[in-house]
């Protein structure tokens, strides 16, 4: 049940630009057994191996749930990584080319 909650936090510090603690709260969420776990697993690996677009929505659409929460959890992923042209684990907290 916390996976949930874990996942919430994921994706507002995600959107917020906050990526070191986005990963933390989705390591945390991937602990899980249900369906934000599922996703969390696919989101990290996809932060770590810096996945296609295309693949991670394969691999999310492929999780049973419903379709459109997976969209909208994958559109935010890919706002969010190309937002903050997100590197991970090599993030420097730089947002939008800011100096």
Do not use: W
């Amino acid at each position: 049940m916390l996976e949930q909650a874990y996942f919430q936090m994921y994706e507002t510090e995600m959107i917020g630009g906050e990526v070191g603690r986005a990963f933390h709260f989705l390591e945390r969420a991937s602990k899980g057994k249900g369906f934000y776990s599922k996703i969390s697993l696919v989101l990290l690996e996809a932060l770590k191996n810096k996945s296609e677009p295309e693949e991670i929505e394969k691999k999310i659409m492929s999780i049973e749930g419903e379709e459109g929460e997976k969209k909208a959890i994958y559109l935010r992923f890919l706002y969010s990584v190309n937002r903050y042209d997100v590197a991970f684990p090599k993030y420097d907290s730089k947002r939008c080319n800011d100096k």
